[in-house]
């Protein structure tokens, strides 16, 4: 990956994790990932079309998944695609929780655990 496609990836997101929004300056590590949305693994590409941005609890937890297991409903789900989909679509903020308003909302928030101790920690400090 070239360094005008790394720029591309972190202008586009406005230096914030496309997952669950937490900005460049409030990460506990200096820099956030580049994000394969598809993984190579799954056919996925280098293409700017098959990359975000995210926070290193983000892409940990998303590693090569695609797809998670909806809490309520029990079926699997398609995890949130932040080059697809809106994110205001699918999450909105509760105070400092992120809240899932659809299934692949709450899909994402569970496998990315977007509401841990440690990231709710983070976002109080960054109040």
């Known amino acids: ?17 496309e997952y669950c929004q937490t900005h460049q300056e409030d990460s506990p590590l200096a820099a956030l990932h580049i994000e ?14 098959n990359l975000c941005l995210a926070c290193i609890d983000c892409n940990l937890h998303k590693g090569p ?9 029990d079926v699997v789900t398609q995890l949130f695609h932040p080059r697809q989909q809106q994110w205001d679509h699918h999450f909105r903020w509760d105070g400092i929780q992120i809240v899932g308003i659809s299934a692949v909302g709450r899909t994402t928030i ?3 655990c977007m509401n ?6 983070l976002r109080m400090a960054g109040e």
């Open 36 to 49: 394969h949305i598809r993984p190579l693994k799954h056919g996925g590409t280098d293409d700017e079309s």
């Open 110 to 112: 569970r496998m990315l």
């Open 1 to 17: 990956m070239n360094a005008i496609t790394r720029s591309l990836v972190k202008e586009r997101a406005e230096h914030r994790c």
């Open 116 to 121: 841990s101790d440690e990231q709710l920690e």
């Open 65 to 73: 998944n695609l797809t998670g297991i909806d809490p309520f409903t």
